[in-house]
Each structure stands twice: as structure tokens, then as C-alpha cells.
């Protein structure tokens, strides 16, 4: 399994530099960020610094989306820093939440998704691609290679991010609501064809590592709660469509569906922080269900279960107080329980 960390782009940039730097010392593979440039920092500027400061790291988007940024401009980014660094970057993609809801605008349709993903995957991997009625190419690009994953919840997403996505992206860690949405994405992709071991399984949620007792719980409960909230938006718009019963759901699990129903808004100034105030409704269990909390063989256990189901990488949302021990005790601990071993001599 490989790990990964996601940032928020918070001032200073060098603060998230930094964590990035730690984060490869202490093991990670990947460095993900948020991409919503009205509420932090643009990203896109700092993935070059980080790339320039570590050496082994790779970087991108969870997630980015095809309104906010146009296509190619995403597709020349990513190019040119894997010409630059070596191909150490990878591009996470879905509808778009803060980045457009911010802007009082609307997640894309799948079919924008899907076509947004062929075009930045083609240019990105120094291919020509048809595009608004031209034949294009970057004819700089020699030897970029860059994956595209989907990050998805509904039916059709799911179904979009088989048929479509180098990998797929899920953004909670409840096993068995993830077994059986990595279920569909393979379903989709083999029936389009392709080969579902060919796909990278990702697994996204906030990790708090603490004592077993009453008083620690509770405040690593109140440290993730945000991110039922942001898993919530998400949720929503799938209720909205598909309607709280599982008629046209195709067996979506009703946890979901069910816990979001005290839902009664949403404050993006807040979004992806431990202070939001508008999660309220998410109660403990989502919490604990959703993200990994606890101690080392807590996290462990969670951890085994995860990759028994097929998930490839476990990217750690650090949007609490812990964040430099969260790092540290996941390479000393955690990591290498769930990496793979080789013996130098048999």
C-alpha cells in the first residue's frame, strides 16, 4: 500500500512546503492538495517548490475539476513540471464543490468530467488529442507521463471513473461503503473492456492518532468531524438526484443517505477546517466510520482491512492539531506494517 497526505495551501506556502518535505522523509509516496484558489493559495504555483525541495514525492490535485481551469492550461501545468522534475505528478479530478460553489457556480456533468479527463491525460502523456474542433499537441512535451484519477460517490460517477479514470478517488474510509464503491468502479471498467487491476484504488480521510480513553476520543472526533461535512456536500447532490430511497441508486448505501438528513447547510469560509460550524449534524459514529482515529494498531487494523478490499494508496487529510506527529508516527509505526516486505536473503 502507499500513502499519501493532502495539504490546504494555507499562508505561508512554506508551511506547506515544509509538510511535504516531512512527509517524504517520513515515508509518504504522494502529495495532494486542495484546489480551490478563492479560499487558499494557488497550488499549482507551490507544487513547483515542493518538486524542486524533495526528490521522490509525487504531486497533484484532490481534486480538481473542469470549470475552474481550462483543459489544456491544466494538461501544459503538469507537462511541464514532469518535464521539469521527472513524471512525479498525477491529476486528481472530479465535479468540483468549493472552487465552483464559491463562485455561486455548478459541479460540471460527468460527460464535461469525462472529456476534461481524455484531454489533459492525452496532451499530459505528449499525445495528440481533438479538441474544440482542432487537432492539438504540445510540441515541447517529450517525455511526460501523467494518470488521471476520478474522484467519484454516485452511480454514474463511479461508473464514469471505470470507464474513464487512470484511477479512482474516494474520499471517506468506511470499508464496507468503500468495498462496495470500488465494486462498481471495477464493474464499469470491466465491462467497458478494460482491466480493472490496471486501475489505482485511492482512499482519502482524515487520520488522528491518540490514547484510548474517553477524553482523547472526543477530541479527535471533534478534530475530523469537518470532514462528514464535506463528504455531506457530495452526498447531497446524489440524494437530490436519486431521492433518499434506493429505487435508481443501485443499492448506494443508505448510510449516506441517512446521515445526512439534519442537514441544513453549509459555510465554505470554514470548509476543510476543524472549526467548521456548520457539521453539527454529523454525529459521532459517521465521524468514526468515515476516518481512521485512534491508536497505532487501531489504525493498523483499519489500515489491513482497507487494502484487503483492493484500496492501493491511503492519502491522509491533515486538516487537524497533529499534524508533524501525525507524520511521524505513521513512518515509524504505521507505514512500514503495511508496506510490503523483502528480505535480503533467503
Known amino acids: 500500500m502507499d500513502f499519501g497526505v493532502v495539504l490546504q495551501t494555507n499562508p505561508p506556502a512554506w508551511r506547506t512546503v515544509g509538510l511535504a518535505k516531512q512527509a517524504e522523509e517520513h515515508g509518504f509516496d504522494y502529495v495532494w492538495t486542495f484546489d480551490s484558489h478563492l479560499l487558499w493559495q494557488e497550488p499549482y504555483v507551490i507544487y513547483s517548490q515542493i518538486l524542486a525541495e524533495t526528490n521522490r514525492v509525487v504531486v497533484g490535485p484532490m481534486v480538481t475539476n473542469p470549470a475552474t481551469r481550462d483543459w489544456t492550461v491544466t494538461a501544459s501545468v503538469f507537462a511541464t513540471l514532469n518535464e521539469m522534475y521527472g513524471n512525479r505528478t498525477v491529476v486528481g479530478i472530479g465535479r468540483g464543490d468549493s472552487a465552483v460553489r464559491v463562485l455561486n457556480g455548478r ?3 460527468l460527460k464535461e468530467v469525462r472529456e476534461a479527463s481524455h484531454v489533459i491525460r492525452e496532451l499530459g502523456n505528449c499525445r495528440a488529442v481533438e479538441h474544440n474542433g482542432a487537432t492539438l499537441r504540445f510540441p515541447w512535451a517529450r517525455s511526460s507521463e501523467l494518470e ?3 474522484a467519484a460517490y454516485g452511480p454514474m460517477a463511479l461508473k464514469a471513473a471505470g470507464e474513464a479514470g487512470d484511477g479512482f478517488i474516494l474520499q471517506l474510509a468506511d470499508v464496507d461503503v468503500a468495498e462496495w464503491m470500488i465494486g462498481r468502479v471495477r464493474e464499469a471498467a470491466a465491462a467497458a473492456g478494460r482491466d480493472p487491476d490496471a486501475l489505482t484504488f485511492c482512499v482519502a480521510a482524515p487520520a488522528y492518532l491518540g490514547e484510548d480513553t474517553p477524553e482523547s476520543r472526543q477530541h479527535m472526533l471533534d478534530q475530523t468531524r469537518w470532514f462528514g461535512g464535506m463528504v455531506g456536500n457530495h452526498i447531497a447532490d446524489i440524494v437530490a438526484k436519486y431521492g433518499e430511497g434506493q429505487d435508481g441508486n443501485a443499492g448506494f448505501p443508505q448510510v449516506l443517505v441517512d446521515y445526512i438528513k439534519g442537514r441544513t447547510g453549509y459555510d465554505y ?11 453539527d449534524f454529523v454525529p459521532d459514529e459517521i465521524v468514526d466510520r468515515f476516518c481512521l482515529l485512534g491508536t497505532p494498531e487501531q489504525h493498523i487494523a483499519k489500515l489491513e482491512r482497507l487494502k484487503e478490499i483492493g484500496v492501493d494508496q491511503f492519502a491522509i487529510y491533515l486538516q487537524h492539531d497533529n499534524k508533524e506527529e501525525t507524520l511521524r508516527v505513521y513512518g515509524e509505526t504505521i507505514i512500514p506494517v503495511l508496506r510490503e516486505h523483502v528480505t535480503a536473503k533467503a
Open 148 to 150: 488521471v484519477w476520478i
Open 269 to 279: 469560509n470554514t470548509h476543510g477546517k476543524a472549526d467548521n460550524d456548520h457539521v
Open 107 to 109: 459541479p460540471c456533468t
